[in-house]
């Protein structure tokens, strides 16, 4: 089968060329809605899309089926707890060096070998499950494998992005995959939890190594994705290199310094616990609504994010909307009202998926094509370590004052870190993505 180059794609499906913007011939309902311009104008895109949407819900069940697995076997939350830095590690390390792969090699086979190897490990959690071998070793194992895999594919994935789709589009398509992520982890532990109580770990676990093969498939029919380039031509790439470029480019270093302010300072999950019973008298159900609140705002931001598209001044808007959060928090942190406070955390919420969709935005279309994957590394370490840091802040600062203070006074802290940076870096502001510089 004779396979379509992604720039063949592009222009095939947009005569006039990447252009400036959306074009005149943006409908109403793209000023609202999601924009579905990537899906309709892209195959390979729409397939990859879907593919990630199934496989995303079928981590997410297997990640809840493993937590209740682990409690079923030794009822301690702790034990429970070491899963996520059992995941977290292996992601941090492997995060880093999965970047200087995806530069390396063709990033469709890496995709493909990595979640091939994540797939077999969910067949492997069934077929323990199935002959009854209940080991917390292994499911640890398994974890840390998964990370590895994770580790591996999402730099891949992600520099794929820019290959399938012209500039202009990323916004759109950084927008989908903010409503793919936030799906699959509202709506999978939901059916995981079903189905482990009607047909036991093995089934979720089954399930979530057939999901993968939509993500496969995806992958298997896409273009070779070699790097345009490596490293002065040596063949493999160096994440110091990567670490090096980093430093000499300060808005992508922006952008993860203005995440950073967001996770680490103004990070309130970890507080959910003590807030549901002290402030507003609940118990474990109370907990879910403060937990499903942000996922709920983030969902909507991203269905409602065409308006996204024409906007060009993206570290503005990175800046204007981690500000938003930081004082969503804030106001949440005083908050005594349970549903006023669900409120805030929707809105901490749809600021967060702004902007996420912008500073991925900047990060694909800034950076050259050899720098994507090592760059997208340095983004997993910071999404997946920035949040335990911040749990880890909020819950030392309420123990020794209070939670009130711990939430308020971080999202007050995000503002003026924010506030800091743009006045230390003020050419981030004026970033224009019609002229995109690193």
């Known amino acids: 089968m004779t396979r379509t180059t992604p720039r063949t794609q592009s222009e095939n499906a947009a005569p ?63 034990y429970v707890g070491l899963v996520g830095l059992f995941s977290l590690v292996p992601l941090v390390v492997f995060g880093l060096y999965g970047g200087a792969v995806a530069d390396t090699v063709d990033r469709r086979k890496l995709g493909l070998y990595s979640s091939s190897a994540a797939a077999v490990l969910s067949v492997a959690l069934a077929t323990a499950a199935l002959l009854d071998y209940h080991r917390v070793w292994f499911l640890y194992l398994v974890v840390a494998l998964q990370a590895v895999c994770g580790a591996l594919t999402s730099p891949a994935r992600s520099a794929m992005i820019p290959k399938l789709l012209p500039p202009e589009q990323l916004p759109a398509a950084n927008a ?47 273009p070779a994705m070699r790097p345009e380039r490596t490293d002065d031509g040596r063949g493999r790439a160096s994440v110091m290199d990567g670490l090096r470029f980093l430093g000499t480019r300060p808005n992508i270093r922006m952008t993860f310094f203005s995440d950073l302010c967001a996770m680490v300072l103004a990070q309130p999950k970890a507080l ?8 507003y008298g609940g118990d474990a159900k109370t907990v879910g609504l403060l937990v499903a609140a942000p996922a709920i705002g983030s969902l909507l931001g991203g269905l409602l994010s065409g308006w996204q598209g024409r906007i060009r001044r993206h570290g503005l808007a990175i800046l204007l909307s981690v500000g938003a959060w930081g004082l969503a928090i804030a106001v949440f942190g005083l908050t005594r009202n349970l549903w006023l406070g669900l409120l805030f955390l929707g809105l901490a919420g749809w600021a967060d998926t702004i902007s996420m969709v912008f500073r991925t935005t900047m990060l694909q279309a800034a950076t050259p094509d050899d720098m994507r994957g090592r760059l997208q590394g340095v983004f997993i ?15 030392s600062v309420a123990q020794l004052t209070s939670p009130g203070i711990a939430i308020t006074g971080g999202g007050l802290a995000c ?3 924010l506030v800091l940076l743009g006045l230390r870096w003020r050419g981030f502001a004026r970033y224009d993505a019609r002229s995109p510089q690193a």
């Not at 995959?177 to 532990?189: D, E, I, K, M, R």
């Not at 770990?201 to 993968?212: G, M, P, R, S």
């Not at 959910?272 to 402030?279: H, M, R």
């Open 16 to 78: 006039d060329g990447p252009g400036p913007g959306p074009g005149p011939a943006a409908g109403p309902k793209r000023r609202i809605f999601a924009d579905l311009t990537p899906l309709r104008t892209s195959p390979d895109y729409r397939r990859l899309w879907a593919g990630n949407t199934i496989s995303w819900m079928g981590q997410a069940m297997t990640a809840l089926a493993i937590s209740l697995q682990v409690y079923d076997i030794t009822r301690s939350s702790f």
């Open 415 to 417: 503002v003026l870190g």
């Open 176 to 222: 989908l995959t903010s409503l793919t992520t936030t799906f699959g982890f509202t709506a999978g532990p939901m059916l995981g939890g079903l189905i482990v109580g009607w047909w036991g770990y093995q089934a979720a676990y089954l399930i979530d190594a057939v999901a993968f093969s939509a993500a496969l498939y995806a992958m298997w029919r896409l």
């Open 381 to 395: 370490v910071v999404v997946a370590g920035g949040p335990r840091l911040g749990d880890f802040l909020a819950g």
């Open 272 to 279: 959910f616990p003590a807030i549901a019973l002290l402030w």
